[in-house]
């Protein structure tokens, strides 16, 4: 058993490459052990900002291949697919020989036991490999023609302590590296991934990412300690500084107090995204002046502390300038710049847009029965952000910033704070607005969105979403489902639909209603999968109810859902299936007519009576709930209807001689069927 161990040394390689690039190429030899029958105990990637290695431990140096027989095209096939069989497989028509197997006579051929050299293997197939490797951003440099991150600058690939030795473009394989990044001039000889490991560790850098990453959250976490400070870990900066740096080392620095004014999302957005630092905050949550750096190297002498200090004080008084200018430009004079402003071919202006807003939100605020006048003017001023200099410096923060201006303005809380969330659900586990205003502001802008481009025809594809529409239909429904509401969806796109033709826009798509429903109800589909509802529940639930009730269709499909494998589940199946069964069969006879009640006068016995007194019982509760039902309630009362309905089957026979009785019981078992409906259709729900 043996170790194959390659590392591939570039300039630095962006983080956001890193990942990806590990498992292409681990995954790529795999497939290469696994289709040669080559056995390997252990597998690994690693990385740093400029080296990429691949490990495999336990391999075998050799294996025999046994004989084979290989499948060819059948006998009638044309010559010219033969003659491709025979060239891919570099044989002569005498090798194959006929056999009939169950679709026809194909021709075979034996391929004999073949001795493969692991080493051997590796030297042919590693720079394959290579040339396949798919990069979402590559370079080529110099002369060469090779494709890579960055510019790749040598190749060591050991196996069984040996080089291999390889050709790949302009390099060499060996089994040598440099251990200096910054100045290339000092390689050593490695022969095993234990020794290559060590050395580097006793130079203060951590080959493993998974490894590097611990050691930093624990020095952050240290650190933030020692200073009484509490850090809010960002898993995605995280991820990127650990692929920034090799030998990290971290540092606390301050910035000046005074820029503490500025709106805590700007200084945030400031640190963790253009300078990849981590802001830090009190007791009580607010941030502080002191932040964190993850540095490559040990600042002995405190220039690095020095430098990170500059860089952050002069984006912060550009930040603070920008935020003085735009706090004290009136919001609502600035609404009229917006006609400058394109929201999309052939839906107008952003101004277009406020004021199709402005009728929508006033029509959901009839049915929040909230202030038309509050949710009109939020609608009005809730995009004016996006003229301003802050928004232009950090787009993350539209909508946020909006909220800022229209509160240092003086305008009511709930409104700054709808304009301040109106962009939310921003997807699944994002936050929900809770407040009406916010979430008819929210609604609107969403539904204006999506009636705009599916309107003209813009929809998502399989692949691509390049309008996030995925994404504001998903809002859609968490804004309700989050909030316990229901919208009728149907006449709000309808209306949506007016305006933008009041608006004298063309919206070609004559489906529009149709097809922007079917997309809503498959995102909520896609929201209770990633619930982990059952496909058969999600698919009963939707086809009960409409999309003006997606709220129900949800807490009906999840209450259901925690319930199914449970002996109250059980139940409730069971019941329904034993009288749906019965009625499937007989309703195939196409003579038989059923209608939608029973008649209790010639019930021949008590069994009978006792199952139309619980079905009566059930339709009365059903008749008698709002929209507040208990749906935990609904299915314990369907349950219980168990004892009754099974004591019927085991003591009545619903296929009477008497075609009268017959008929009797089978419309007394459709208004059980029925019954159950009103919660769903059960149909669709498979047995445990």
């Known amino acids: 058993m043996s170790e194959f161990f390659l590392e591939l040394f570039s300039e630095e390689i962006p983080a956001s490459l890193q990942k990806n690039s590990r498992v292409i190429l681990l995954d790529s030899f795999k497939k290469l052990f696994e289709e040669k029958q080559l056995i390997f105990k252990k597998k690994a990637s690693y990385s740093t900002p400029n080296r990429l290695i691949i490990l495999f431990e336990g391999l075998v140096k050799e294996i025999t291949q046994k004989t084979e027989e290989i499948k ?39 391929k004999p036991s073949k001795k493969i050299n692991t080493i051997d293997l590796l030297k042919e197939q590693t720079p394959l490999i290579l040339d396949k490797m798919q990069w979402k951003k590559s370079m080529r440099w110099g002369d060469f023609d090779l494709n890579w991150a960055r510019p790749l600058k040598s190749i060591l690939a050991v196996f069984d302590g040996k080089s291999l030795d390889f050709k790949f473009h302009h390099l060499t394989c060996s089994n040598r590296t440099f251990i200096d990044k910054e100045f290339e001039d000092k390689k050593k000889i490695f022969k095993n991934f234990r020794n290559y490991k060590k050395f580097f560790y006793k130079k203060g850098i951590i080959i493993d990412q998974n490894l590097r990453k611990e050691f930093i959250k ?42 503490l004014n500025i709106p805590k999302e700007i200084l945030i957005i400031t640190m963790q995204y253009h300078q990849k630092y981590f802001p830090t905050f009190n007791e009580k949550g607010s941030i502080t002046n002191n932040f964190l750096v993850v540095t490559n190297n040990k600042d002995k002498r405190g220039l690095i502390k020095l430098g990170n200090e500059r860089v952050i004080e002069a984006r912060l008084n550009d930040a603070q300038f920008f935020w003085e200018k735009n706090k004290s430009q009136n919001l609502v004079k600035q609404v009229s710049k917006m006609k400058t402003i394109n929201y999309f071919k052939g839906l107008g202006s952003y101004f277009d ?79 929900t607005p809770k407040k009406l205003l916010s979430i008819a502001l929210a609604l609107t ?3 204006d969105t999506l009636v705009g481009f599916f309107g003209i025809n813009q929809k998502p594809t399989s692949s691509k979403d390049p309008y996030a529409l995925r994404r504001s239909a998903l809002g859609v429904i968490r804004l309700m489902v989050d909030n316990n509401k229901e919208f009728k969806i149907k ?39 990633e619930k982990k509802i059952r496909t058969d529940i999600v698919e009963a639930s939707i086809n009960s109810y409409g999309v003006n009730y997606l709220n129900k269709i949800y807490k009906k499909a999840l209450a259901l859902n925690n319930i199914i494998n449970k002996q109250i589940g059980n139940d409730i199946i069971l019941s329904y299936k034993r009288a749906s069964n019965i009625l499937d069969s007989e309703l195939k006879n196409k003579q038989l007519e059923l209608s939608n009640t029973t008649d209790p006068g010639i019930f021949k016995n008590d069994f009978e009576k006792n199952l139309l007194k619980k079905i009566n019982e059930l339709r009365k509760y059903f008749a008698s709930i709002n929209k507040d039902e208990d749906y935990g309630q609904s299915l314990t009362n369907l349950a219980d209807a168990k004892k009754v309905i099974f004591e019927f089957f085991d003591n009545v026979k619903v ?34």
């Open 218 to 259: 624990k020095e952050l976490q240290k650190n933030s300690k020692r200073k009484n400070i509490i850090i809010e870990f960002n898993n995605k900066l995280l991820d990127e500084v650990t692929g920034l740096v090799e030998q990290p080392s971290i540092l606390l620095c301050k910035f000046d107090q005074k820029f």
């Open 72 to 110: 060819g095209p059948n006998i009638n096939a044309p010559k010219k697919a033969i003659d491709g069989f025979l060239r891919s497989n570099q044989i002569d028509k005498k090798n194959l020989f006929k056999k009939t197997i169950e679709k026809g006579e194909f021709y075979f051929f034996k």
């Open 353 to 431: 847009k406020i004021q199709r807003m402005r009728k929508l939100a006033g029509m959901i605020s009839d049915e929040l029965l909230i202030s038309k006048e509050k949710v009109e003017l939020s609608a009005s001023i809730c995009k004016v952000d996006l003229i301003s200099d802050l928004v232009s410096e950090f787009p993350e923060l539209q909508g946020i910033m909006g909220g800022h201006f229209s509160e240092s303005q003086g305008f009511d809380k709930d409104i700054c704070l709808a304009i301040s969330e109106h962009y939310l659900p921003s997807g699944l586990d994002s936050k």
């Open 491 to 529: 006449d709000l796109i309808s209306y949506s639909t007016s305006l933008h033709r009041d608006q004298e826009f063309q919206l070609s798509n004559k489906f529009l209603q149709k097809e922007l429903i079917d997309f809503l109800l498959d995102r909520l589909k896609y929201y209770m999968k």
């Open 445 to 447: 802008d969403k539904l």
């Open 655 to 688: 296929n009477d001689e008497d075609k009268n009785i017959k008929k009797n019981r089978l419309e007394l078992l459709q208004m059980l069927c029925k019954t159950f409906d009103n919660y769903i259709n059960f149909s669709s729900i498979e047995t445990n």
